[in-house]
């Protein structure tokens, strides 16, 4: 079922090509660092599906007429993404039958944290645009339990699963302790590809290497030569970031360290 990032990139691709001078298209791409002049807006939904939709742009956007010659190019963009926003309600109501609404529209100077990131090009020209999705439909409430009469006997804790993190209780192995505070290199990769040796002595400035990565699949956090979790790239405060959405086994982490033996 289409969620409402979904119906908006759909509505932005077809409407920014429609409406913007020189027809550019917008693509995904991995996230990068917006100049200080970036701007944005942000709206509110509610109904079954709620919450903040941001949209944040380079600032060099400006600099050209997208929006029409003589324009004022914020307001543009502003009225344009407002009628992007609208337009991705109706396909969200076309294709699920959820029905919401925009409670505030309004103007943001940028969001600490990236969903997804695209670029718009043109012929001669490409502008990163960021998006922080965080409409979500929202959860039924959760009855509270009754308290039970009777208080049965304990349960033996359950097994940790292989994606948990360690607790601050967790017990560890002996003499593990002595290494918690050694400083590891933790690498993020998005991908990796096989080259003949010819094809890399022929790379330039300008070529693109295609990895085996889509731009919407998790990115790894490598510890030594081990993968300790997995995740999606963020922007904090201008840096790349990772949030973890999964993790490796206890196990699994620890034995990244291996080299320290």
Known sequence: ???????????????FSQALAGEPELVESLPKPLTANSFGFAATLSGDEAGRFAVVLDGAILESPLVGEGVDQRAGWGEL???????????????????????????TSGESQTS?????????????????????????AVQ??????????QAPPAAMS?????????????????????????????????????????????????????????????VGDKIVARGEVVLVNGNFGLRVTEVAAPRKRLESIRCLF
């Open 81 to 107: 993404l407002r009628e992007v926003a609208d337009a991705a309600l109706g396909e969200l109501l076309a294709k699920t039958g959820k029905k919401c609404r925009i409670e505030k529209f309004e103007e």
């Open 144 to 153: 509270p339990a009754a308290e039970p009469s009777v208080k049965s006997a």
């Open 1 to 15: 079922m289409k969620t409402y990032m979904e119906c908006w990139i759909s509505v932005a691709a077809a409407l």
């Open 162 to 222: 292989p994606g948990a993190a360690l607790s601050p209780g967790t017990a560890l192995s002996p003499g593990i302790e002595l290494l918690l505070d050694v400083e590891l290199e933790a690498t993020v990769r998005f991908g990796c590809r096989e080259m003949p040796l010819g094809e890399i002595l022929d790379l330039g400035p300008g070529d693109v290497v295609q990895l085996d990565r889509h731009v919407a699949d998790p990115v790894d956090l490598i």
């Open 116 to 140: 997804q990131a695209f670029q718009l090009k043109s012929a001669d020209r490409a502008w990163t645009i960021l998006v922080r999705d965080e409409v979500r439909a929202p959860k039924p």
